[in-house]
């Protein structure tokens, strides 16, 4: 049934482009953005109450904020696309046992956070008010998480992060775009349209906003970890952000899929912590 309702939105729309391109295409780019999942569960919120709660904010948008103090070094937390900070859990209980001073951020659209729409800009910008004010020495981003963290250091270059870590983050926002095209089933019309509202309303093409080329200009120590079978981010878009982020490492793992959500993961980030 959700098969066939994703490819009726897809033909209407691809109908109402033959009387406007441009019309269509918003409504897609709409569609895009737009989380259907992420919003707070009873089980994650009572999980997420075990932590200092408080709202921040970017351009009259709030930005629901987690806080789980330590002594140790400062890790601030990025989830993913139609996720929350509850995502976190298993890695927040580990990371408090071993001391450090964890934080979390709701995306724009998700969790707690304000937005009705979604994008890596956006996310970037909540994930730098969150940390201009708590200054952190570690950033983990996860899927379209791991993306924002690295749009974020690029432009803002943070001079307290010492260490970020990727998990299963795309590199191509264009290979992003075109699988929800082919998903949708959406003409040519509708395709070139896209491209052209993209340009208009974020200053760029599809092809420009890319992990890869954003890790170039970035000297912080990056961690990678990415599953080869990873069926939702191709594995050899861990390769790309791993030959661009110079001073980074990949580990590569199987059967993990793309969640990543397995204490040997958290092993292997709290071992590159200590290095």
Do not use: C
């Amino acid at each position: 049934m959700e098969k066939f309702i994703i490819k009726l939105i897809g033909s209407y729309l691809n109908v109402l482009s033959y009387v406007s391109g441009d019309y269509a295409a918003n409504k897609a780019l709409h569609l895009f953005s737009t989380p259907r999942k992420g919003k707070l569960k009873p089980q994650q919120i009572k999980f997420l109450d075990s932590a200092e709660k408080k709202i921040l904010n970017y351009e009259g948008l709030n930005i629901a904020t987690y806080h789980w103090k330590g002594n140790k070094a400062t890790i601030l937390l990025a989830h993913g696309w139609e996720s929350n900070s509850a995502r976190w859990k298993n890695k927040i209980i580990r990371f408090t046992k071993q001391g450090f001073n964890v934080i979390a951020l709701d995306a724009p659209g998700h969790g707690a956070s304000g937005s009705k729409l979604f994008n890596a800009l956006l996310y970037s910008e909540f994930i730098n008010i969150v940390a201009q004010k708590h200054q952190p020495e570690v950033v983990i981003g996860h899927s379209v998480g791991g993306m924002s963290v690295i749009f974020f250091q690029q432009k803002y270059q943070l001079q307290s992060i010492k260490k970020m870590v990727l998990l299963g983050a795309p590199s191509e926002f264009e290979f992003i775009l075109k699988s929800y095209i082919k998903l949708l089933g959406y003409n040519k019309k509708i395709e070139k349209h896209l491209d052209k509202i993209i340009l208009k309303r974020f200053g760029a093409l599809p092809g420009d906003f890319s992990t890869s080329k954003y890790s170039k200009n970035i000297e912080t120590k990056g961690l990678i970890v990415h599953d080869v079978k990873d069926a939702v981010i191709p594995y050899s878009d861990a390769k790309l952000i791993n030959k661009s982020l110079k001073n980074s490492t990949l580990i590569s793992t199987k059967g993990l899929g793309h969640s990543l959500n397995d204490s040997s993961v958290t092993n292997d980030i709290l071992e590159f912590l200590e290095q």
